[in-house]
């Protein structure tokens, strides 16, 4: 009888061993990262005023810290917060302003529209209509899961949220398969969802944190506002192209046998599920009307002149109104407050990059002549900006602080090269955007990682080859499409 008991306590003992060794793990990385700025700041040149050296410092601690996760992503924005304040990198305002911008209520109405929407049916039943339809072959289930992704950018913003929506349905399927589902398809499934919700981010410009910030930075260094139609109208050919293109290279990626391509009780299985949703219920009609109203507004911005953020804010309003919605204001304010203050830091670290003189003294660093050179011929200005970008998104992993570092960097430069600020921040933040070799790289591929049944290593061969494929349709679309637009 002693046996279990003495099994319980090896295993308690185990845990608290596995807790103090990873609590020990997280301590050595805030030390590393602490370490890190400091050296930073006393490494840098003599000529760099005190406000530039600890604001390029914090970034490094934020990329550091937003990379390996020490604690959650949330503390270090409001650490960030607090060293920008204490050590007046710059002015109070300044450190504050990100979270008067409208792109954090974009993201927050984004976040509550997502709730919404998961309090009905609707997302399963486009799900399931997909699966049910294609479902039944390998080539088939790859293409739902990265269609069904590029439907809900349209009205889920985040892509971390249609990752989230995504990875159940694609390991139910696989769980359903069963025996099949265990080498090359499992790979080339769980990529899919991950580099789906990726691309997912490219036209519709609130689908993506790196959409937001690069329309916010434009507006705020140069005053250049795009509007939702003008991204949707530079980057939808883009988009188009790289979901053929990402499942081609899926395919090839994980070759399977003739056995493993068929699996028809898995459409079957669908269909049923697909039935017992029924017919479009009242809660699924008003979302769908809702929705269809906020987009139409995104669309016909050029028309009214709102933000983004104000549809958003009123689908969220019309979601929780008695009568006319189909969910509770008590459920719609449970998002993820993490995300709200990623928003709001990265803005304030882009203002108070600019403000410190930080971005002002890496441009002038970074001014040679040949580099200037490169950025005054638009083609070969897009060749140059995707390769930076893709070599410096590999160090700086998160797609905002990228985005937040390089912009305000790459304005500078377009402007001292008297290139076009829109052509450069655009190629700039869809290389960042598209991350597909490392897996702190995106969201959609931390998500899907999360899940314990794919490893690193298993990104690294198609992550290439997207990368490659995705520089080259931006370079083609550049010189045919944006010449066409006027932006070349």
Same mark, same amino acid.
């Given at each position: 009888?002693?046996?279990?008991?003495?099994?319980?306590?090896?295993?308690?003992?185990?845990?608290?061993?596995?807790?103090?060794?990873?609590?020990?793990?997280?301590?050595?990385?805030?030390?590393? @990262?602490?370490?890190?700025?400091? =050296?930073?700041?006393?490494?840098?040149?003599?000529?760099?005023?005190?406000?530039?050296?600890?604001?390029?410092?914090?970034?490094?601690?934020?990329?550091?810290?937003?990379?390996?996760?020490?604690?959650?992503?949330?503390?270090?924005?409001?650490?960030?917060?607090?060293?920008?304040?204490?050590?007046?990198?710059?002015?109070?305002?300044?450190?504050?302003?990100?979270?008067?911008?409208?792109?954090?209520?974009?993201?927050?109405?984004?976040?509550?529209?997502?709730? @919404?929407?998961?309090?009905?049916?609707?997302?399963?039943? !486009?799900?399931?209509?997909?699966?049910?339809?294609?479902? =039944?072959?390998?080539?088939?289930?790859?293409?739902?899961?990265?269609?069904?992704?590029?439907?809900?950018?349209?009205?889920?913003?985040?892509?971390?949220?249609?990752?989230?929506?995504?990875?159940?349905?694609?390991?139910?399927? *696989?769980?359903?398969? =069963?025996?099949?589902?265990? @080498?090359?398809?499992?790979?080339?499934?769980?990529?899919?969802?991950?580099?789906?919700?990726?691309?997912?981010?490219?036209?519709?410009?609130?689908?993506?944190?790196?959409?937001?910030?690069?329309?916010?930075?434009?507006?705020?260094?140069?005053?250049? +506002?795009?509007?939702?139609?003008?991204?949707?109208?530079?980057?939808?050919?883009?988009?188009?192209?790289?979901?053929?293109?990402?499942?081609?290279?899926?395919? +090839?990626?994980?070759?399977?046998?003739?056995?493993?391509?068929?699996?028809?009780?898995?459409?079957?299985?669908?269909?049923?599920?697909?039935?017992?949703?029924?017919?479009?219920?009242?809660?699924?009609?008003?979302?769908?009307?809702?929705?269809?109203?906020?987009?139409?507004?995104?669309?016909?911005?050029?028309?009214?002149?709102?933000?983004?953020?104000?549809?958003?804010?009123? @689908?969220?309003?019309?979601?929780?109104?008695?009568?006319?919605?189909?969910?509770?204001?008590?459920?719609?304010?449970?998002?993820?407050?993490?995300?709200?203050?990623?928003?709001?830091?990265?803005?304030?670290?882009?203002?108070?990059?600019?403000?410190?003189?930080?971005?002002?003294?890496?441009?002038?660093?970074?001014?040679?002549?040949? !580099?200037?050179?490169?950025?005054?011929?638009?083609?070969?200005?897009?060749?140059?900006?995707?390769?930076?970008?893709?070599?410096?998104?590999?160090?700086?992993?998160?797609?905002?602080?990228?985005?937040?570092?390089?912009?305000?960097?790459?304005?500078?430069?377009?402007?001292?090269?008297?290139?076009?600020?829109?052509?450069?921040?655009?190629?700039?933040?869809?290389?960042?955007?598209? =991350?597909?070799?490392?897996?702190?790289?995106?969201?959609?591929?931390?998500?899907?990682?999360?899940?314990?049944?794919?490893?690193?290593?298993?990104?690294?061969?198609?992550?290439?080859?997207?990368?490659?494929?995705?520089?080259?349709?931006?370079?083609?679309?550049?010189?045919?499409?944006?010449?066409? *637009?006027?932006?070349?």
């Amino acid at each position: 009888m002693a046996f279990p008991n003495t099994r319980v306590k090896v295993n308690v003992v185990a845990k608290q061993k596995q807790k103090s060794s990873l609590e020990v793990k997280k301590i050595i990385l805030l030390l590393l @990262g602490i370490a890190l700025m400091a =050296g930073v700041y006393f490494i840098l040149p003599a000529n760099y005023t005190g406000s530039a050296r600890m604001m390029l410092s914090c970034l490094v601690l934020s990329v550091f810290y937003w990379t390996f996760e020490p604690i959650p992503i949330g503390l270090t924005a409001v650490i960030l917060l607090i060293i920008m304040l204490v050590f007046g990198v710059v002015t109070t305002d300044v450190v504050y302003s990100g979270f008067a911008s409208p792109a954090v209520f974009l993201i927050i109405g984004g976040m509550m529209l997502a709730k @919404g929407v998961n309090d009905t049916t609707l997302t399963k039943r !486009i799900a399931y209509f997909f699966l049910s339809k294609w479902g =039944g072959t390998a080539k088939g289930l790859l293409a739902s899961i990265l269609m069904i992704p590029q439907i809900q950018s349209f009205f889920i913003p985040a892509a971390a949220v249609r990752a989230q929506l995504m990875l159940p349905i694609a390991t139910m399927s *696989l769980d359903t398969i =069963g025996e099949k589902a265990k @080498g090359n398809l499992r790979k080339m499934i769980l990529l899919g969802v991950a580099f789906g919700g990726t691309v997912s981010g490219t036209a519709v410009m609130t689908a993506a944190i790196g959409n937001i910030l690069t329309v916010e930075l434009l507006k705020e260094f140069v005053g250049i +506002k795009i509007t939702y139609i003008q991204w949707f109208t530079y980057t939808f050919p883009i988009w188009l192209i790289m979901i053929p293109i990402l499942w081609f290279t899926l395919l +090839k990626s994980f070759p399977l046998t003739e056995e493993e391509k068929h699996f028809p009780h898995v459409q079957q299985e669908l269909e049923n599920k697909l039935e017992e949703l029924g017919r479009l219920n009242v809660e699924e009609k008003k979302c769908l009307a809702i929705l269809f109203i906020i987009v139409a507004l995104w669309f016909t911005e050029p028309l009214h002149g709102l933000h983004p953020s104000v549809p958003a804010l009123i @689908g969220v309003v019309l979601m929780a109104l008695p009568g006319i919605g189909f969910t509770s204001w008590g459920n719609l304010v449970k998002i993820n407050f993490d995300t709200v203050l990623l928003m709001g830091v990265t803005l304030s670290l882009g203002y108070a990059f600019n403000k410190s003189g930080a971005a002002k003294l890496i441009g002038d660093s970074l001014s040679s002549d040949w !580099i200037l050179y490169f950025l005054h011929s638009p083609v070969v200005a897009v060749i140059t900006i995707l390769v930076i970008t893709h070599i410096l998104h590999l160090a700086v992993a998160n797609v905002s602080t990228a985005v937040v570092t390089l912009v305000p960097i790459f304005i500078g430069l377009s402007t001292k090269a008297g290139a076009d600020p829109v052509l450069i921040c655009l190629t700039a933040s869809i290389a960042c955007l598209h =991350g597909y070799i490392l897996v702190v790289e995106a969201t959609p591929n931390i998500i899907v990682y999360s899940s314990g049944r794919i490893q690193q290593k298993e990104f690294l061969m198609p992550g290439l080859w997207l990368t490659g494929l995705m520089s080259v349709v931006v370079l083609v679309i550049a010189v045919t499409w944006w010449n066409w *637009l006027g932006l070349l």
